[in-house]
């Protein structure tokens, strides 16, 4: 079961990682337009919020992974729940799919780490 909460965590962590890629770096290029379906203009517009909010999501990952290391499940689990939270509203405010990605596998992860304990 430990393993599984470790391999559930981590793979929460590069999902957020990947998020701080395409939207710091990616926003303006192809692929970060395909992804969150914005116009060239309206990406132009939003660069620096978008930046903003990829910082936010490496802050996530970063912690996932330190307190990971350091085995502080509580710890992790109030960051796999900031991320719920973040999925929750993200669906609700922007796009359901958000849920799916984002929240889906925060709960895997709790749960994992919920039954083992």
């Given at each position: 079961?430990?393993?599984l909460a470790n391999v559930l965590v981590v793979l929460v962590a590069l999902?957020?990682?990947y998020f701080l890629v395409l939207e710091?770096?990616?926003?303006t290029r192809p692929l970060g337009l395909k992804t969150f379906r914005n116009s060239p203009e309206k990406a132009e517009t939003t660069r620096v919020l978008a930046a903003n909010q990829g910082l936010?999501?490496?802050?996530l990952a970063a912690g996932l992974l330190y307190y990971l290391y350091l085995g502080e499940w509580q710890v992790v689990m109030?960051?796999?729940?900031?991320?719920l939270v973040a999925a929750v509203y993200g669906a609700w405010s922007?796009?359901?799919r958000i849920f799916f990605v984002q929240g889906i596998?925060?709960?895997?992860?709790?749960?994992v780490i919920w039954l083992g304990q």
């Amino acid at each position: 079961m430990l393993i599984l909460a470790n391999v559930l965590v981590v793979l929460v962590a590069l999902l957020h990682v990947y998020f701080l890629v395409l939207e710091m770096f990616l926003w303006t290029r192809p692929l970060g337009l395909k992804t969150f379906r914005n116009s060239p203009e309206k990406a132009e517009t939003t660069r620096v919020l978008a930046a903003n909010q990829g910082l936010y999501n490496g802050f996530l990952a970063a912690g996932l992974l330190y307190y990971l290391y350091l085995g502080e499940w509580q710890v992790v689990m109030f960051f796999l729940h900031c991320v719920l939270v973040a999925a929750v509203y993200g669906a609700w405010s922007v796009n359901r799919r958000i849920f799916f990605v984002q929240g889906i596998p925060a709960i895997a992860a709790i749960a994992v780490i919920w039954l083992g304990q």
